[in-house]
């Protein structure tokens, strides 16, 4: 790997640098695979139980977050396609660090992921915040927000709405969000390992434009942070000027307060700080196990006008809807909510602001898509099945390994099943999907868009 000679130079005298070790780290063939565990649907001993071997030792930084010794087929693991866990770069978990270190996590929250494709961050927030907090993932571009949702409905959690908007569009929400998370785009210096392609696009240019494109992201979108709400800002890069550059100009610029975290020495992390007294971290791939990573923490000081909502648009289903259901969802502490023959479920404490996203936002999802309504009958959703939103009326079928790809390949099972009608194809107990189970046949309803395309698998 042959490293811009440009990027080198730039990074003379960053705190931390050491050229040999960057570069030694770089031209190193040892892969590093991390993953974090979904807990709401399995714990940590199932997860080692079931990559054996391949499980190591813990990402010292993240409750849930794992290194593999190993990097496994995740095309072949149905656990992943359950949602059981989250295949994310160790450094990037630091996240969770300066949520626990810069408020009350119990608390409900409104918190903002702006730039969340393709979930990684987004799915860690809907770990860590309570469930009577609302995340908002957005993403700007709208394939890349369609990859959002899709992990999200994996992910399973239902105070979650997905948008497809621009920063600028969150100026309709003054003063509304706790947090807001601006994982922001780069220049992508962190990533060479990962991504060697990256290394052709880098350049002086290429990180000036970043800059300038991250600096008008954040004028946008921080009207939207309430007084006393924290922004997140991280980056993949090592640049000085969309790290340190980038926390002197958040202070300077608008009334934010720089956050100091707590770090142990023996986790790798280096504190940069710069003369005008803000504090950031990075993340260098020769003294973490992870790739390269910033991050950095403020505090709004300046007060923020609410903005004052509309009343609510959501349509309630009607009782036909609701009783048609009945043997499939579990509604408690849900409101259940009719768009067109869509049913959705929304938490019932966060009605109001999920009507007030939907009133100002593009949605393109929201809480649990539970199904449809089609010839007076229900067929129930994949998201539904993804969540712990299914009533304990539901039979499951429990598959061995090699009956779970033929399902997520979307081919026809050959098993026999007593009960006839809806069921959950299951894995290690995990829901996989829906199968509807006829006389004659089983009808395989794995979405045809999330299929496993491969067919080289052996047990």
């Given at each position: 790997m042959?490293?811009?000679?440009?990027?080198?130079?730039?990074?003379?005298?960053?705190?931390?640098?050491?050229?040999?070790?960057?570069?030694?780290?770089?031209q190193s063939s040892k892969p590093v695979t991390s993953?974090?565990?979904?807990?709401?649907?399995?714990?940590?001993?199932?997860?080692?139980?079931?990559?054996?071997?391949?499980?190591?030792?813990?990402?010292?930084?993240?409750q849930h977050g794992h290194y593999l010794s190993q990097r496994p087929s995740f095309t072949f693991d149905p656990?992943?396609?359950?949602?059981?866990?989250?295949?994310?770069?160790?450094?990037?978990?630091?996240?969770?660090?300066?949520?626990?270190?810069?408020?009350?996590?119990?608390?409900?929250?409104?918190?903002?992921?702006l730039c969340a494709a393709p979930g990684g961050k987004s799915t860690h927030l809907q770990s860590l915040i309570s469930d009577k907090s609302l995340l908002v993932s957005n993403d700007v571009i709208r394939?890349?927000?369609?990859?959002?949702?899709?992990?999200?409905?994996?992910?399973?959690?239902?105070?979650?709405?997905?948008t497809n908007n621009d920063p600028r569009d969150?100026?309709?929400?003054?003063?509304?969000?706790?947090?807001?998370?601006?994982?922001?785009?780069?220049?992508?210096?962190?990533?060479?390992?990962?991504?060697e392609a990256a290394i052709n696009e880098w350049s002086d240019d290429n990180v000036a434009l970043c800059s300038q494109r991250q600096q008008r992201i954040l004028a946008d979108v921080l009207p939207a942070l309430k007084r006393d709400g924290i922004l997140i800002y991280a980056t993949c890069s090592f640049s000085k000027a969309e790290d340190e550059a980038m926390m002197d100009w958040l202070a300077d610029a608008f009334a934010l307060s720089n956050i100091r975290l707590a770090t142990d020495d023996r986790w790798g992390i280096t504190e940069t700080s710069t003369s005008a007294g803000n504090f950031g971290y990075r993340f260098?791939?020769?003294?973490?196990?992870?790739?390269?990573?910033?991050?950095?923490?403020?505090?709004?000081?300046?007060e923020a006008p609410a903005k004052k909502s509309k009343r609510g648009t959501a349509k309630l289903v009607t009782k036909?809807?609701?009783?048609a259901i009945a043997d499939f969802v579990a509604v408690e502490d849900?409101?259940?909510?009719?768009?067109?023959?869509?049913?959705?479920?929304?938490?019932?404490?966060?009605?109001?602001?999920f009507d007030v996203v939907l009133q100002h936002l593009r949605v393109i999802y929201s809480g649990i898509l539970l199904g449809e309504m089609a010839h007076k009958k229900f067929i129930p959703d994949h998201a539904l099945a993804m969540s712990n939103a299914f009533s304990n009326h539901v039979k499951k079928v429990e598959l061995t390994l090699q009956q779970s790809i033929t399902y997520l390949q979307k081919n026809p099972l050959s098993i026999t099943v007593s009960d006839k009608g809806w069921q959950l194809a299951c894995y290690k107990k995990m829901p996989l999907g829906w199968i509807n189970v006829l006389p004659n046949r089983i009808n395989n309803y794995y979405p045809k868009e999330l299929r496993i395309l491969k067919q080289n698998f052996n047990v």
């Open positions: 042959q490293l811009p000679h440009e990027l080198l130079r730039s990074l003379q005298g960053v705190t931390g640098f050491d050229q040999e070790a960057f570069i030694a780290a770089h993953i974090r565990t979904n807990p709401a649907k399995i714990v940590d001993e199932q997860m080692a139980d079931h990559f054996q071997e391949k499980w190591s030792h813990p990402v010292a930084w993240t656990l992943f396609h359950a949602g059981c866990y989250y295949v994310q770069e160790a450094s990037s978990m630091f996240l969770e660090q300066a949520l626990r270190q810069s408020l009350d996590l119990s608390a409900p929250l409104k918190v903002l992921d394939p890349r927000a369609n990859i959002l949702k899709e992990n999200m409905i994996k992910w399973g959690g239902n105070n979650v709405v997905v969150f100026k309709a929400l003054p003063g509304y969000f706790d947090v807001i998370v601006v994982d922001a785009p780069c220049s992508g210096s962190g990533l060479f390992r990962k991504d260098w791939p020769y003294l973490v196990e992870g790739e390269g990573f910033f991050l950095s923490a403020f505090r709004k000081v300046q036909v809807f609701a009783s849900v409101e259940l909510i009719q768009a067109n023959d869509k049913l959705y479920a929304w938490p019932s404490c966060l009605l109001p602001d």
